[in-house]
Every structure is written in structure tokens, then in C-alpha cells.
């Protein structure tokens, strides 16, 4: 475990940094440049763009995006990672990538809203796919609904709202057995805490907005795979035709945030602990949703498969959905807004707005009033103080 755990930190310090290829700079230079030239005419046709350090246009590939790139699949135990636009970008990438006209889709109930969007708008009624939402708890429901033309199946574990957990290796086993694809959006834990692929997952998505960044100021998304023809099909196709590669200035704020990401990651996850557990003993609480916590109820499973937690959680009070309302405008460190993985600390209901259609398809009916914490970097005493003096004014 600690051999992997400095190797992880190699990678995100010094993968691709390349002293000498970069005039000896301690950090690369941002390629703002949109084209390359050659030269001579054959020495451009003859251009592989798979192959390390061989570029034409940024549409394909940038080589500040490519350093990117090599730290996530060095770090996810990938052959290939490719970076997009946004997480969004990524996402329906992979669906597309991996899935045609006709495809039938499992997803998990409480897999990222928008990609639920993409499914409903654009897969089922455009494309003529199916879709069937399942919790992912039960295996033999999961199996069970894997028909003859399903062909990928949609994971996030911890998943958001209650952040339960998927026993990631016997769902892939399934899936194998089947022919089926997997994806799973690893953001939460970052590839520090969790390392899908090698528990059996075809594709790992991060949205790099959040824990990768980390500083609140860049959009991005990223797919790694072991496999790699599948990931050329990706960069070549998918990422080229659609227009979707992230920009050069966007990577390289990525690359200065995974310089830092184990010891912010670390903070996080110290002021997070703090923090669940003085809400779990506050007698205004009736529940704490942290990964962390001993009282998880697939604690087991968690074990198994993550090594660290992050900073975010959920909490319902003892009292309405209104009065949770008041709550998060009663705190004064929590901003309130979406998102989560930044410096900053930030607070929401969620579910607020949801009819009870939704809140039973998602097996959270009563639970409007749901709030997300995130645990940024102000410090566990000042967060503390912040929640005490909110709770007391419900």
C-alpha cells in the first residue's frame, strides 16, 4: 500500500514534466498554439497522433494537455487517458464510444444528474436506446436486468445525495460474464483513494472541476482505460469530431492542482471527519452521510475499496425542508452553490425543488430537505463554529 502510495505521489509531481524537453523549466509551458508545423509535407502526412510527442492541431491533441493525460493514466493504472472540455464532454463520450443505436443502458439511480439528461433527451428518444435505473445494492437485480443488447453500464461509486457505495469488483465480475461495458465516475475519491480499473472497471471519468483542480477555477473532464484501442477510438473519433478536447491554459491549471492534490486531499478529509462526526452526536441531526464515518452502513465494502474520504457529506436535520433552508443561510464560511473540491465550503439542498415522482425514483422520498456539505480548507474549528451557530437558530 505505501509503495503505491509514493509512486502516486511521483506521479503527480513529476510524470511528464520532462526537464529537458523544457529547457530545464521546473514546470512545462503552456502550448497556446493551435497548429504545428513540419518540415516537409511528408514529414505531416506521415504524423501519428497516437504516438508520444507527435502533434498537428489542437483539435487532436496539445501537448499540455498531453502531460495531463500521462500523470491520470499513470495514476489510475490506465494505458491511455483522455482529457475534455468538461466532465459532460467526457461522459458522453464514453456513452457514445461504447454504445450504438438500439444499445440498452443500466444506470445507476443516483449517478450524476446530467448524465441521467443525456440519457433521457438525447439516447432514448434520438437514438432509439433503453435505459433501466437500478440502485446497484442488489447484485442480482443488476444482474438480472442485463439483456442481450445491453452494452454499458453506468456506475459512481460513492454516488451523490446519500453517498452509498457499489461493491465495484462483484458488479464488474457480472458484467464480464456478460460482455458488458463499465463506467464508473470516480471524482469523489480521486485516483489517491480509489483505483476503479483495477478492481475490473473498463472506464474511469473524473470531472477535473473538482478535487484535480481543486482552486474552483477550471472546467474539465477526463476518461482513462486499460484499454487501449478503445481509448484511441476515444481521442480519434470522439474527442476530434465533437470538438470536446480541453484547453491548454485549463490543463495546466490541472497540472499545478495535482501537484498539491494528496495534501489538500488530506486536509480535506481530517476537516471532514471533524466535522461529521459533531454532527452525528448533535441532537439536531438525525443523520450524517460520510464515507468516513464507522457508521456507514456498507462500512465493509468501503474498506475494501478506498483507501481515503474526501470532504463531502450529506446531513438531513430534525426538522422541514424550509427550516433546512434557513439552516444554510444561517452559515457564514458555506457558500451556497453547486459543485464541490475547491478551497472553499460549501453548502446546498439538493433536492429541494424535487417533486415526490423524483424523490421515489431515486428511493429518497422524505429526504427533501437534504443538505450537501462540502468541507473546503478554512480549517475543522472555524467550520465547527460555523454549524454550531447555525443549528442553534433552527
Request: charged fraction near 20%; glycine fraction near 8%; aromatic fraction near 8%.
Amino acid at each position: 500500500m505505501e509503495a503505491s502510495k509514493n509512486k502516486d505521489l511521483l506521479s503527480l509531481t513529476h510524470t511528464g514534466d520532462e526537464y529537458d524537453k523544457y529547457l530545464n523549466a521546473v514546470v512545462p509551458p503552456v502550448f497556446l498554439n493551435s497548429l504545428h508545423v513540419f518540415k516537409t509535407f511528408e514529414a505531416y502526412s506521415n504524423i501519428n497522433i497516437y504516438e508520444e510527442d507527435n502533434y498537428v492541431y489542437g483539435r487532436d491533441s496539445n501537448p499540455t494537455v498531453n502531460i495531463v493525460e500521462r500523470k491520470l493514466a499513470e495514476l489510475e493504472h490506465g494505458s491511455r487517458a483522455v482529457a475534455f472540455s468538461s466532465g459532460m464532454a467526457a461522459a458522453s463520450a464514453a456513452i457514445m464510444a461504447t454504445c450504438k443505436a438500439g444499445s440498452h443502458i443500466i444506470c445507476l439511480r443516483d449517478a450524476y444528474q446530467p448524465v441521467k439528461r443525456f440519457l433521457n433527451n438525447i439516447c432514448i428518444p434520438r437514438l432509439n436506446m433503453s435505459v433501466t435505473y437500478i440502485s446497484g445494492l442488489d447484485l442480482k437485480e443488476l444482474e438480472s436486468k442485463i439483456q442481450v443488447n445491453t452494452s454499458l453500464i453506468i456506475l459512481e461509486s460513492p454516488a451523490t445525495f446519500v453517498f452509498t457505495v457499489i461493491d465495484i469488483k462483484a458488479v464488474t465480475d457480472i458484467a464480464k460474464r456478460h460482455g458488458v461495458k463499465t463506467y464508473l465516475d470516480n471524482t469523489y475519491c480521486t485516483p489517491l483513494f480509489q483505483k476503479p480499473l483495477d478492481l475490473g472497471v473498463d472506464i474511469v471519468m473524473h470531472t477535473m472541476s473538482k478535487y484535480l483542480g481543486g482552486h474552483s477555477d477550471i472546467i474539465g473532464g477526463i476518461l482513462v482505460s486499460k484499454d487501449e484501442e478503445l481509448m484511441r477510438m476515444i481521442m480519434g473519433q470522439m474527442r476530434q469530431w465533437f470538438g470536446g478536447i480541453i484547453g491548454p491554459m485549463e490543463a495546466w491549471l490541472v497540472m499545478r492542482g495535482m501537484r498539491t492534490l494528496d495534501a489538500r486531499l488530506q486536509q480535506h478529509q481530517r476537516t471532514a471527519m471533524a466535522v461529521s462526526e459533531f454532527l452525528e452526536k448533535h441532537p439536531k441531526v438525525r443523520k450524517v452521510y460520510y464515507t468516513g464515518l464507522q457508521s456507514h452502513p456498507q462500512h465493509e465494502i468501503i474498506n475494501r475499496q478506498q483507501t481515503g474520504h474526501t470532504g463531502l457529506m450529506s446531513i438531513e436535520l430534525n426538522t422541514t425542508p424550509e427550516e433546512a433552508v434557513k439552516f444554510i443561510n444561517n452559515l457564514h464560511l458555506f457558500g451556497k452553490g453547486c459543485s464541490w473540491g475547491g478551497f472553499e465550503s460549501l453548502a446546498l439542498c439538493p433536492l429541494y425543488h424535487c417533486d415526490e415522482e423524483e424523490l421515489e425514483f431515486l428511493q429518497l422520498t422524505g429526504s427533501r430537505g437534504l443538505i450537501r456539505l462540502h468541507c473546503g480548507l478554512e480549517g475543522e474549528e472555524n467550520l465547527i463554529t460555523d454549524l454550531s451557530q447555525a443549528l442553534e437558530k433552527v
